[in-house]
């Protein structure tokens, strides 16, 4: 009598899927970066804000009033990591001392994710409002008010 | 009915006015005219006072030659200016009328067409009123009194039926529909059977227009089903509001309603309702309930009131009683409401999960859409490899020395889909839950605002002056007979209510049964007769003319379409695939008389009229046309116009026109338009 076991495919959350996420980074880097580029602490955030509705309002809030005021630290996801080596590798961002910046097929990919409008519409609206108001300066000073 | 008797083209130039009248004969007329002559002209002439110019794809007055709007040429190569131009019809059916229409005119509109009770051409009557009428214009075929159309439509008595259109409005059909079944004009006419209808979003206007014109059954018999099925929809909303009001009205008094079902019935179904009331704890029937509320009052009435003193330790024991019973209730209602926010909770929970399973669903299906979108792109990681070393990589951002499988990503909208329909049957389930455990409360508190006012009218009592007669007793009793009338009044109205509901199941058993009554197959005994006698017509003629393409045999009438096909083996196709040109336009001869003689045969809606423009297309025999002029120089009930031009030669007139009985030959001449003369009658009866 044979037995055979296979393995119970799991359910996972769509931000876990590498291109997912990939798309997600591109987003950012297209929408509220300038230059197309951005720190990975940038990165982080953003990613930790787009987890829930009140992670978004508290960064629109922060890029209204410009301060930094009831912003616990944001976690720095490995799942993030990850999906920024395969974009790396992919040729859709380039790695430079510490930023990532998007390249021609990146910004093509990105650009072609932005014509079918009703993809990521949350993140996207979310992303249009932000603009390029969270800047890197202001990145840094909210990671130095953990210090405190 | 339709004959034209005369028609009159009339263009004001700068140099005088050119014109032409024509009159027509009531049977087979030729009308003869080389290929620069005019003859386009006159054919567009006649279609533009019938209004019927849509045929030739477009409307008013950009239709016409350009003779008649920029510059009749008299004699050869010498140009006359157009001032103004307008065209003289006048028509026949029980009566005379005459139509003037203007092409080119300062001060009148070609949407408006003057209509003359009287004979102007012919009879040349005099003091005759003329109406205005408009065309194309919103309303035109439906407005009473000044709609062409309508007017039209009235006129040669035809009752056009209502059809259904692509947009689901059901109209009368338009009249021009009707016209290319008898009218065949010579730029589009000769492309396939019934091919100039002009587009009005007619569903199946080809099946609509033939089914008119034979009135077949079958037309009658689909109209009428829609119509039934459009009856069944306006029952069944009546029912729903009727049954509606029914819970509402017994919502008022705690009533139950039990048996009516949510959609109409037959009539034996609704025997088994009825109304019933909760009573110490069980259910009972709202008759029985009544009842015992006229029994108790009978008690009541028989014991005599006494006097407060009299009742003291009654009221007493009956205070007592009271209020354990009203302790009772009230553990009971806190028991329950707590049970109610819990229940409520819970459905918070279940909508909050809903919602997350709901935005991981729409994640879910736009990751899918940026996977395919990366696959167009190339990328490797879209096709699950490492862009790197082009290994295989599990689709997903876990740690990859995790031991997992994460499911494919239509997998995972299954499952999720699968999570959000049983969330919603959970919710679903609580909402029910939750309004039978509402309605319980609800009465619980009801219930006990009620003790607790009995309690207060006993005290009351108690200290009361004792002689005075127990007001506890009167208000019993009181209280007792509003009961009692609220409740018969409740009763009536349920009554009322549901005896219209049971006259509704009447109405309905009557649909039901007119709907059984529709066989599958709406053609009648006489529509196969007449679909017969088409096809025999049909192939009759068609080897008459010379058709030769596909053997005699294999030529049928298609049930469906009611036009030609040819039948094989197991197939069957439209008779235009596999014909010879010269064979095709044979067909449309034979099918355009076929439709006249079977009409003609069972007194249909066929108008008696023919018109043929140019009609000998695609190097067709002299020796096929013969036999078609003779066969409609046959029809003596019919007016037939043909216009030909014979290949401008005489010799194949003189062939093409031997045999034929007796017609009415018209010849042209080089040029339509001529600079009129006194008297421009121009026919000549041909011996």
């Not at chain 2, 009218?183 to 227009?209: C, H, Y």
């Not at chain 2, 190339?378 to 995790?402: M, R």
Request: glycine share 4%; hydrophobic share 35%; proline share 3%.
């Amino acid at each position: 009598m044979k037995i055979t076991f296979s393995r119970k495919a799991i359910p996972i959350p769509a931000e876990y899927r590498p291109l997912y996420k990939i798309a997600q980074i591109l987003q950012v880097l297209q929408i509220a970066s300038r230059g197309q580029r951005a720190s990975l602490l940038k990165l982080h955030l953003f990613s930790w804000a787009f987890k829930s509705g009140e992670n978004m309002d508290k960064l629109i809030e922060i890029k209204n009033n410009q301060i930094i005021r009831d912003i616990r630290i944001w976690g720095l996801e490995p799942s993030l990591n990850r999906a920024l080596v395969y974009a790396v590798s992919e040729g859709l961002c380039d790695h430079v001392s510490g930023s990532y910046k998007l390249t021609e097929k990146g910004e093509n990919f990105v650009k072609l994710l932005l014509e079918e409008e009703t993809l990521l519409l949350e993140q996207r609206s979310f992303l249009m409002e932000v603009g390029k108001g969270i800047t890197e300066k202001l990145v840094t000073n909210i990671a130095k008010s953990w210090k405190n | 009915m339709l004959k034209i008797r005369a028609i009159n083209i009339v263009a004001n130039t700068v140099d005088g006015e050119y014109s032409k009248l024509i009159r027509f004969d009531d049977a087979l007329n030729i009308i003869r005219g080389d290929n620069t002559s005019g003859k386009s002209t006159l054919v567009q002439s006649i279609l533009y006072g019938l209004g019927m110019e849509e045929l030739l794809d477009g409307k008013n007055e950009k239709t016409m030659q350009s003779t008649l709007k920029d510059a009749v040429e008299y004699p050869q190569n010498e140009l006359h200016a157009v001032l103004e131009s307008y065209v003289v019809l006048e028509i026949k059916n029980t009566r005379v009328v005459t139509i003037k229409r203007s092409v080119i005119n300062q001060n009148k509109s070609a949407k408006l067409i003057e209509v003359y009770e009287g004979s102007l051409l012919v009879d040349k009557d005099t003091g005759v009123v003329s109406k205005p009428m408009w065309i194309h214009d919103k309303g035109g075929a439906t407005n009473a009194n000044y709609g062409f159309h309508l007017f039209l439509a009235e006129f040669l008595e035809l009752e056009l039926p209502e059809v259904y259109y692509s947009n689901g409005d059901l109209r009368k059909l338009y009249l021009q529909t009707l016209f290319p079944a008898f009218i065949i004009e010579q730029k589009k006419g000769w492309s396939d059977f019934l091919a100039t209808i002009p587009f009005f979003g007619t569903k199946n206007a080809k099946n609509r227009v033939i089914e008119f014109i034979l009135s077949l059954d079958k037309f009658k018999n689909e109209q009428n089903k829609l119509r039934l099925q459009q009856e069944k929809q306006n029952l069944i909303e009546k029912w729903k509001i009727l049954r509606e009001d029914l819970y509402d009205i017994g919502y008022k008094g705690a009533v139950d309603i039990e048996g009516i079902p949510s959609l109409p019935e037959t009539l034996s179904s609704l025997d088994f309702s009825f109304f019933s009331i909760r009573h110490e704890n069980r259910s009972i029937d709202l008759n029985r309930y009544l009842g015992i509320l006229i029994e108790n009052h009978e008690v009541l009435k028989s014991e005599p009131i006494n006097t407060s003193g009299e009742n003291i330790k009654e009221i007493e024991i009956k205070i007592k009683v009271s209020e354990e019973e009203l302790n009772r209730f009230s553990i009971n209602h806190e028991l329950l409401r707590r049970n109610l926010r819990l229940e409520y909770d819970k459905k918070r929970i279940y909508t909050e999960q809903l919602a997350d399973v709901r935005k991981e669903l729409q994640q879910n299906k736009d990751a899918k859409k940026i996977y395919s979108l990366g696959a167009t792109v190339e990328l490797e990681v879209a096709k699950g490899k490492c862009p790197t070393c082009n290994q295989e990589i599990k689709d997903s951002l876990l740690p990859q020395s995790i031991e997992h499988t994460p499911m494919h990503i239509d997998e995972n909208v299954k499952y999720l889909q699968a999570q959000e329909k049983m969330i919603i049957a959970y919710v679903l389930g609580q909402d029910k839950g939750i309004i039978e455990q509402e309605k319980e409360v609800a009465f619980i508190y009801g219930k006990m605002n009620e003790l607790r006012q009995s309690i207060r009218n006993y005290k009351r009592e108690l200290i009361a002056d004792e002689r005075i007669p127990s007001v506890s007793k009167i208000e019993e009793r009181v209280k007792l007979e509003a009961k009692i009338k609220f409740y018969t009044d409740l009763i009536e109205t349920l009554e009322n209510k549901l005896e219209k509901i049971k006259d509704l199941t009447l109405d309905w058993t009557k649909i039901i049964v007119k709907e059984s009554k529709f066989k599958k197959d709406f053609y009648s005994v006489l529509d196969v007769k007449k679909l017969a006698s088409l096809e025999k017509h049909f192939k009759e003629l068609v080897f008459k003319f010379g058709y030769r393409s596909k053997p005699l045999d294999n030529i049928r009438i298609s049930k469906e379409k009611y036009l030609p096909i040819v039948e094989g083996d197991s197939i069957k196709y439209d008779i235009r695939f596999d014909s010879s040109a010269s064979d095709m336009i044979r067909s449309i001869w034979s099918y355009t008389c076929s439709l006249f003689k079977v009409s003609k045969e069972y007194q249909c809606n066929h108008p008696h009229f023919l018109l043929f423009d140019e009609p000998a297309q695609q190097s067709m025999s002299n020796e096929s046309f013969n036999q078609f002029l003779i066969e409609l120089s046959k029809y003596k009930d019919a007016q037939v116009l043909v216009f030909a031009s014979f290949n401008n030669s005489d010799e194949d007139f003189r062939i093409t026109t031997s045999g034929i009985e007796e017609s009415n030959y018209i010849n042209i001449g080089r040029k339509l338009l001529t600079p009129k003369k006194p008297d421009g009658i121009e026919s000549s009866r041909r011996p």
